[in-house]
């Protein structure tokens, strides 16, 4: 089994590289990946020497690059994306290049290739929001965000591409996802990190939004499940089953970190900000898949590990991140006599 991962130095996609090497003894893995921000070498850095693992620094939207890895893989699992709502709000045309123009290039190399199976690691955000009930994969995509237009569109090409050419296409729409070598903006390492450091933890608006939360190992599995097992030109909804608000899951991390709820500082609301996430996941379970991780447990050994790995977490939250930090939250987080001073400038 050759498979390309593209994206696989970012979160989940590290992740599902050791869960795959450590599931599969057969299993060989290409992992193209353009390095951004969110892109980190130490993520993978256990398994950098395992012979059955080949890493390649490049831009999924480089026809070059993907062409001639792929015609050595026979499986290509794309994770590669531009992820953060916040900024694709503020710069959403590196969202629309990687998550869609990346897309294109990736199936018209695939058709090229002969690619054997393709799957690519979607986002419930494609939905928007529901108010009750979950979205099955029969309903309409609704996306909020430019990210979740952007990632919307990209399945939406790749379906075309399964009715036109027959591409054997599976997409995955995982929910919140946590878990190790989440970048820190994402809001469980953000405000883990945060209040390891005793900072203000900047909640927004009342902090009732809700989300379905996935450990990063089961999210793991259910892409392995439907890259085994998943129906060509099919789409699996992935979620933990575990909703919660976000002042729940503040509280929670404060609580396992015996930190003071003082810490939490409401902050403006997102734009757009969707109000809940909710996916019906019967028809992946179907083909046998369960989450294993309950969310108490889950979350307890995340916080655990961004506890005892500061060596990992404490350089990323500098230089380019700080200047996103301060751009997104400064407003929110600033005292009464800043704001007054800066009302009076």
Do not use: W
């Given at each position: 089994m050759r498979i390309l991962v593209t994206g696989g130095a970012?979160?989940?996609?590290?992740?599902?590289?050791?869960?795959?090497?450590?599931?599969h003894a057969h299993c060989r893995i290409i992992n193209l990946d353009k390095l951004t921000y969110a892109?980190?070498?130490?993520?993978?850095?256990?398994?950098?020497?395992?012979?059955?693992?080949?890493?390649?620094?490049?831009?999924?939207?480089?026809?070059?690059?993907?062409?001639?890895?792929?015609?050595?893989?026979?499986?290509?699992?794309?994770?590669?994306?531009?992820?953060?709502?916040?900024?694709?709000?503020?710069?959403?045309?590196?969202?629309?290049?990687?998550?869609?123009?990346?897309?294109?290039?990736?199936?018209?190399?695939?058709?090229?290739?002969?690619?054997?199976?393709?799957?690519?690691?979607?986002?419930?955000?494609?939905?928007?929001?529901?108010?009750?009930?979950?979205?099955?994969?029969?309903?309409?995509?609704?996306?909020?965000?430019?990210?979740?237009?952007?990632?919307?569109?990209?399945?939406?090409?790749?379906?075309?591409?399964?009715?036109?050419?027959?591409?054997?296409?599976?997409?995955?729409?995982?929910?919140?996802?946590?878990?190790?070598?989440?970048?820190?903006?994402?809001?469980?390492?953000l405000f883990v990190t945060n209040a390891l450091d005793d900072i203000p933890l900047p909640l927004y608006g009342d902090g009732l939004n809700v989300r379905d939360w996935l450990h990063a190992l089961d999210h793991c599995s259910a892409i392995d499940l439907v890259l085994h097992e998943g129906v060509p030109g099919e789409v699996y909804n992935v979620g933990g089953g575990n909703e919660r608000t976000n002042i729940q899951i503040t509280h929670m991390i404060l609580d396992l970190l015996n930190k003071p709820r003082t810490l939490i500082k409401a902050v403006p609301d997102r734009l757009g900000h969707d109000r809940r996430y909710s996916i019906d996941c019967a028809k992946i379970k179907r083909l046998g898949w369960r989450p294993e991780q309950t969310f108490e447990e889950g979350m307890r050994a995340t916080v655990d590990w961004y506890a005892k790995n500061e060596w990992w977490w404490r350089k990323l939250k500098s230089g380019e991140y700080l200047d996103y930090y301060k751009k997104q939250y400064a407003t929110g987080l600033e005292s009464d006599s800043e704001r007054q001073q800066r009302e009076n400038e």
């Open positions: 970012g979160f989940i996609g590290s992740n599902f590289v050791r869960y795959m090497l450590d599931k892109g980190n070498p130490d993520n993978l850095r256990d398994i950098e020497n395992d012979p059955r693992y080949r890493f390649v620094k490049g831009d999924i939207a480089d026809v070059s690059i993907v062409g001639s890895l792929m015609a050595n893989v026979d499986i290509v699992v794309n994770f590669a994306a531009e992820t953060h709502v916040d900024r694709s709000i503020h710069e959403p045309g590196g969202f629309i290049q990687t998550d869609v123009v990346g897309i294109y290039v990736i199936l018209e190399e695939a058709r090229k290739h002969k690619t054997r199976k393709i799957v690519l690691v979607s986002t419930d955000e494609v939905y928007g929001s529901i108010e009750k009930g979950s979205f099955t994969e029969q309903d309409r995509l609704s996306p909020s965000s430019p990210y979740s237009a952007s990632k919307a569109g990209g399945e939406l090409l790749a379906l075309a591409y399964y009715r036109t050419f027959g591409l054997p296409v599976c997409i995955t729409r995982g929910s919140n996802t946590y878990g190790p070598y989440q970048y820190p903006e994402k809001v469980i390492p």
